[in-house]
C-alpha cells in the first residue's frame, strides 16, 4: 500500500512558476512508476507527465519544455516543477503510483492516488 500527500499547489500570475511535491509512504518507492494528472472542473483527469526509474521521463505534449518532473528516492517524493503557467494550467493536479512499468499515461494503470492540490493560474 502506498500513501500519496501532494503540496505546493496555490494561485500564480500567469508566466510564473510552481513546483509541486508528493511524499510518497509505503515500502520500495524507487520501483513504482509515478504519475502526475491534472482534472478541471467536471472533466477528466489528464496526463501530465510520469517517471520511473526503469524507464525515465514522458510528458503530455503540452508541458514538454514547460514542466520537468522529477523524484528523490532518498526522500520518497515526486517532483512536477511548472513554469510558463498559463490559465489553461488551471486544475486539480494529483499525484498517482503504479506498480507496473512502461508508458503509464493512463489513469486506469494507477492504482494509489493522492488527494490532490489546486492550482489556479489568474492575473
Known amino acids: 500500500q502506498v500513501q500519496l500527500v501532494e503540496s505546493g499547489g496555490g494561485l500564480v500570475q500567469p508566466g510564473g512558476s510552481l513546483r509541486l511535491s508528493c511524499a510518497a509512504s509505503?515500502?520500495?518507492?524507487?520501483?513504482?512508476?509515478m504519475g502526475w494528472f491534472r482534472q478541471y472542473s467536471m472533466k477528466e483527469r489528464e496526463f501530465v507527465a510520469r517517471?520511473?526509474?526503469?524507464?525515465?521521463?514522458r510528458y503530455a505534449d503540452y508541458a514538454k519544455g514547460r514542466f520537468t518532473i522529477s523524484m528523490d528516492n532518498n526522500k520518497n517524493t515526486v517532483y512536477l516543477q511548472m513554469n510558463s503557467l498559463n490559465v489553461d494550467d488551471t486544475a486539480v493536479y494529483y499525484c498517482?503510483?503504479?506498480?507496473?512499468?512502461?508508458?503509464?499515461?493512463?489513469?486506469?494503470?494507477?492504482?494509489?492516488w493522492g488527494q490532490g492540490t489546486q492550482v489556479t493560474v489568474s492575473s
Open positions: 498517482a503510483a503504479s506498480r507496473g512499468t512502461g508508458i503509464r499515461m493512463l489513469d486506469f494503470e494507477y492504482e494509489f
Open positions: 517517471i520511473s526509474g526503469s524507464d525515465g521521463t
Open positions: 509505503g515500502r520500495a518507492f524507487s520501483t513504482y512508476t
